[in-house]
């Protein structure tokens, strides 16, 4: 529609010129007119036709980080040049924020044009950068096209660690092993030898599920004895529909989630994390052994939008798994210290045990 009241106005402008004024000026205005009309146009296209794009940059950084990334515009034209301007949105994959950035610069004949693009992310997630849209102009400004690029880039803005310490709530001490359980048993071949109270450094993996729960407290054996409970973390990215996670609250259950799989890998051989996907709308379980392993993983966790409960077909917690359930959750009601995981084995029911942090 622009383009129509320009061609209307300039050629008006060149008719009353011709009729009162100069017919040559008038003349010579108009084939000038229609000159520069047709070659701008033309400019314009034919970059359209053969332009490229793309982004340059980091791939992972810590949050509040200054980050560095380049937009290449590529123009493979021999003649033709026109000014443009960018506009591209930095969306955050988990609380689905979206920052919208312009630039503006000139595209000349067989060119690559490096537009230098700056971002200081508050919050942790995979971030998807993308060209919202290319306006290319001739350089008066009477003429543009918008281009819709399909260019995206991800970068992973990692949690922070926080101090997480694992912190029995039944602590209270005992005097000997023997107070509390013979040496030897004839019920069970297992407990024998070596039983004693749970202690800050010990393994996960020495825990003694059996004797824990008579003795309602965490007792553990040496690892010459069977022992092949594991405790497998399932992240629960849920929440109900009158309580939609904060920014902050997000957060904090990412470095939570992040800080707790840490730990809990450095306590085990090896950690199994699950967690609902919801692209694919099922739970994704994943071994991990390495530190390597659980980054990737992050990268995929830090990719879910939270859901509320009621979208979800079937309960997160299911039946069949021989591992205990540790369940990281979000809840606005509770508080506790944020720092210290509170683990007691009379709280786990139903094979799960739900953290509030």
Same mark, same amino acid.
């Not at 994959?93 to 312009?102: A, M, P």
């Not at 690029?149 to 209270?172: E, M, V």
């Not at 309602?216 to 010459?224: A, N, T």
């Not at 399932?234 to 009158?242: A, G, L, N, W």
């Given at each position: ?116 693009? =700056? ?7 995979? @971030?998807? $950068? &993308?060209?919202?849209? *290319?306006? %290319?102009? /001739?350089? !008066? ?107 902050? =609250? ?7 989630? @992040?800080? $707790? &799989?840490?730990?809990? *890998?450095? %306590?085990? /051989?090896? !950690? ?86």
């Amino acid at each position: 529609m622009m383009h129509i009241l320009i061609i209307l106005l300039v050629t008006s402008v060149s008719f009353l010129i011709f009729l009162f004024l100069n017919a040559r000026m008038g003349v010579f205005l108009f084939l000038l007119w229609i000159g520069y009309m047709v070659i701008s146009l033309l400019s314009l296209y034919q970059i359209k036709r053969q332009l490229d794009s793309g982004f340059e940059g980091t791939n992972k950084a810590h949050r509040k980080e200054p980050l560095h990334f380049t937009l290449l515009l590529c123009n493979h034209s021999r003649i033709s040049a026109a000014a443009c301007k960018v506009e591209i949105d930095c969306k955050n994959e988990i609380n689905l924020t979206t920052t919208t950035i312009e630039k503006c610069s000139y595209l000349l004949p067989k060119e690559i044009l490096q537009l230098s693009l =700056q971002l200081t992310p508050e919050w942790c997630g995979v @971030y998807t $950068l &993308s060209i919202r849209k *290319l306006i %290319l102009s /001739d350089f !008066l400004g009477f003429f543009h096209i918008t281009l819709h690029p399909c260019k995206h880039y991800q970068f992973t803005i990692y949690p922070d660690l926080i101090d997480i310490r694992i912190q029995n709530l039944d602590g209270s001490r005992f005097e000997s092993d023997s107070s509390y359980y013979p040496d030897h048993s004839q019920l069970d071949p297992y407990e024998v030898n070596g039983i004693r109270e749970y202690q800050d450094g010990d393994s996960l993996k020495q825990i003694h599920w059996k004797l824990s729960n008579k003795l309602d407290r965490y007792m553990v054996k040496e690892y010459s004895l069977p022992s092949y409970q594991m405790i497998q973390l399932f992240i629960d990215t849920t929440y109900s529909t009158q309580d939609h996670p904060s920014l902050d =609250q997000i957060e904090h259950f990412m470095e939570s989630a @992040y800080s $707790l &799989s840490t730990l809990l *890998l450095h %306590l085990q /051989d090896y !950690l199994t994390i699950s967690f609902y996907d919801g692209k694919r709308q099922q739970i994704q379980t994943y071994t991990i052994q390495t530190e390597d392993e659980l980054s990737s993983l992050l990268d995929s966790l830090l990719q879910q939008p939270f859901l509320a409960k009621e979208e979800l077909l079937e309960s997160p917690f299911l039946n069949g798994f021989q591992e205990r359930f540790l369940s990281l959750s979000l809840h606005k009601e509770q508080a506790i210290d944020p720092n210290i995981i509170s683990i007691s084995y009379d709280e786990m029911k139903h094979n799960s045990f739900e953290l509030i942090l």
